[in-house]
Structure formats: C-alpha cells, structure tokens
C-alpha cells in the first residue's frame, strides 16, 4: 500500500525514523519481506532510507538476516546494501550471519572479499559494476577485454588498470582448502540430510559393493571425513552440497531415501561405473558414504554444468572455446566406449557435462549409464535419458548403443555452435514453437526425421559432422574417435582462416522482455 506522498508503509517509516512502526510492520514477516524491497513511485526502496538512517537502528539486511531469507539478502546486495552497517546490538549484518546462517555468511563474504580486493586496488569506484555482472574473486582470474565491454567498462585507460589488478589471478593455482572451524553441519544440511536415530542400516551393502564385478579400488568414505560447506542445488535423485574431504574441495550428492530394492540396486550400478572409470574427462569419484545416509564424494567442478556456461551471456564463448568444449565431451564419451566392458552413458546432455575452474569438461552423472554386456541387454533397449537428446532407435525399443550416445553429440555440438555463432544459448528444438514437452520432440525425431535448424552461417564441414551424428540410421553414425578427429580437422581449418571463421558469428538481436524460451 502507498500513502499519499507514494511511498510504501516500510518506506515512510525508515524516511521518518518511525521505527516503531518498523518494528510493527516486522511482526508480520511474510509481508515485511516483501516491503522490504517494494519500490515506491519514485523508484525507492525502504533500504535507500535505511541507509541514510541506520545509525539508529537495524538497516534492511540486518532484518533480512533476521528473517533467514537468502534471496532477499542477495537482491539487497545486489542493489548496493553496505556490510560494515552496525545495528542498535553492535553488530554488522555479516556478523549476524555468522551467528545463524552460515549459507547467508558465505554468500556475504564473496561480497566482503571482492570489496576488499576493490579497495585494495583503487577500485572501488567500479563496484557496481562487478556486482552487477556477479563477478567476484573466483573469477578475476577470466576478466578480459571483451567482458570488461560488456560490463559497461570502455575506456582504454580504465581497461587497462582492471586488466593489470586481475592479472595476478589468471596464473594462481589452487591449494588444498583447510576446513572451516566454525561451521557445522546442521548450519549447513536441510533438516532431513541431517542424521536420524532412526537410519536404518543398508544390509550387506557393503559386501555387494566390494564383490561387483568390473571395478578396482573401492573407497567407502567416512562420514565424519566430510565437512559440508554450501548447499549447490537439488535434483530428482538427490541434493547436492559443496564440501571439502582430505583438504579437498569436493561435490557431496545425498541420495534420497533408499528405501527400496529398486532404489539400492540404481545407487550400486551408478557405484560400480563411477569406481570403474578413470580419466581426465569424467568428473573424479573418490568414493560413497553408506551411514547415516546414502552419498557420493565426487570433484567439484566450480563452474557448473556445460549447459549454464553456454546460458551465462558474460562468457565469452567463441570458436576457440567452442572447439575445446567439444573435444573434450568426445574425448570423454570416447572413454567410455573404449573401457572394457564397454560403457554407454545413456543420459548424455550439456546439463550432465561439468566445467572446472580451468575450463576443461568432465563427464558426469551416470545413473543411467550401463556396461554394455549381456547382463545389460533388457535394460539396454528400455527408453531413458532426455527426450530432446535421445536416438530414433531407442523410441522404437531397439538396444542402446555407442551411436545412441553419438546421436547425444550431435545435439550438443549443435548447442555449442549456435551459442558461438549466435552469442547467445538456443534450447534444442526451441525454434519449433508447436512442440512444448520433451515426448512431443521424440516423436517429431523419430517418425518424421526432425531435428534442430543448424545455423546458415555455420561452416558447412562442422554442420556436417553435426548431421553425420544425428543421423537417422545409427549404423551411419561416426565412432566417438571419427568425432575427434574430424574436430581436430576442423579446428586447424579455423586457426587457419579465422577471419573467415569470425565472420559466421553474428550475434542474434537481444529478446524482448516476456519472449524468452530458456
């Protein structure tokens, strides 16, 4: 509600000091959050009085704290709020946060250090614009020229000083990560991860792990060896927390209840393929938790998926990184085809590729995946994976294989083409507006040969390899080594004519505001 001078009830208070009337408002929490950000008709929030106000009292992020909302205290960093505001109990909203949330305190503290850094340097004229763009330590070190324009940063000489104060990190290498002394676990995990008197114990899991056929070294993992740091995200299989193991920054995914036969037996064959399977391309497995819960220990890979790289509009994403991203999904699926026994992964998608701090991508997520051998056959030719991303012949019950995988490539070298050529991620099959569920594109692919449009300024010899792999018969499909090589083919044709290559990219005209399909 605004009063008559166009301000919301949150904002007159702060402006006029009233903060009895603060406090009332606070009693109804649900409603003060939303205040608390509201802008009024002159574009102000109560955080700008609070601001100028809060020697007196609490400012915003202080109740927003209180309130244990993370997203309102990102959208109050985001907007400029100050960390250093001291509150009528002495005490800094970073300072409450260590107290009680310890989620909240980690986020702030990518604010405290990039602050910091910015002082340090002379810099902190251009906080708003780091804070805008998200871009905090971590990745100082792939600041360039390009990003800095698209920062709104374009003056030579003020480049040129950012460029030279992030160069120190673009040579640092990581060292192992001491554990933190003052967090604990239930500051970390949801309530139902946290450890029930009434687990039930996993039966002779342990012995079933250890007799699994095509594995080496097994490594089952204490649970008190895992220090949990930040919840990632949650799945349809499980949540994820980062987490450190042996001074190791690592990925922890907790499993959701293994209640069932069916659920156990999922978690060992994922088990028996992640122990098998060692390469530079496939995310590191250092082994599983069986008490109190269910977890996989995996190398934590900062950047994310594939799939948010490609939608992150701040990377810079050209032929250079098109191509690496691409030889090493393939060189990675040609790992597994090539173990013994052969695996297929049968879930292969850019969200299911991680990308390190270095840039490289690893394979991951292998609930799905199998060894391709006769114990296997029934499952093989049952219909899995993502829809978009999945053969004709899995449609018509016909067995998975390698060029099942294969057809999976072809959908991810086209993402990555019209990300590099069109500056910006295209959803496969996104431009055909009919087909909004993923059952609709399987049918539209395997009955009627459909597939996403390559764009027209794509070179014709790398829409052809994307072709060869999409192809409709899988015996035509190109192996995984075929792939690589016609890539390495490709890139040396780009290094040798890269202005002609550069000419391809021509970014397509942003989105209008209610007409984005991502």
Known sequence: MMSSSGQTELGQATSTKDMEKVKKLYKDKKKFAKMLTTFDQHGQTPMTNALKNNQEEMSPLHYAVHLGRDDLVNTLLKAGADLDIVGRDKKTPYELAC????????????????????????????????????????????????????????????????????????????????????????????????????????????????AMKHI????????????????????????????????????????????EAKEVDEFKKEF????????????NFYGAVLTPRLCMVMENCGRGSLYHVMNNEKYDIGWDSTFRFAIETARGIECLHKWNPQIVHRDLKSLNLLVNDKWEVKVCDFGLSRFNTGSNMET???????????????????????????????????ELVTRCINCRYERPFS???????????????????????????????????????????????????DIVSALQTLETEYKSNKDLWEKAIKPLPIKPNGDDDD
């Open 99 to 210: 107290e009680s949330h310890k989620e909240i305190a980690n986020r702030m503290l990518r604010y405290k250090e990039l602050y910091e850094w910015l002082k340090e340097q002379g810099l902190q004229d251009y906080k708003e614009y780091f804070v805008k763009e998200q871009i905090f330590k971590d990745l100082l070190g792939d600041i360039n020229e390009k990003i800095l324009e698209k920062m709104g940063i374009t003056t030579a000489g003020q480049k040129i000083r950012i460029l030279k104060a992030c160069a120190p990190f673009k040579s640092e290498v990581p060292i192992a990560i001491q554990p933190s002394p003052t967090i604990s676990r239930k500051d970390v995990l949801d309530e139902d991860d946290l450890p029930s008197p009434h687990t039930p114990d996993i039966v002779g899991l342990r012995d079933s792990l250890i």
């Open 216 to 259: 080496g070294e097994i490594n089952i993992i204490n649970d008190n060896e895992l220090e949990y740091t930040e919840k990632l995200g949650a799945g349809s299989s499980g949540k994820v927390y980062r987490g450190l193991y042996k001074g190791k920054e690592v990925a922890i995914k907790i499993l959701k209840s293994m209640s």
């Open 272 to 283: 028996q393929i992640m122990s098998a399977i060692r390469s530079k391309y496939v995310v």
């Open 380 to 414: 093989l030719t049952k219909m899995r994976g993502t829809f978009a991303y999945c053969a004709p012949e899995v449609y018509f019950g016909e067995q998975f294989s390698v060029k099942s995988d294969v057809y999976s490539i072809g959908m991810i070298l086209w």
């Open 431 to 481: 431009e055909f507006k009919n087909l909004q569920h993923d059952f609709q594109i399987i049918i539209q692919t395997a009955k009627r040969g459909l597939r996403p449009t390559i764009p027209p300024a794509c070179p014709a010899n790398f829409a052809a390899l994307i072709n060869n792999c999409w192809d409709a018969k899988f015996e035509n499909r190109p192996t995984c080594t």
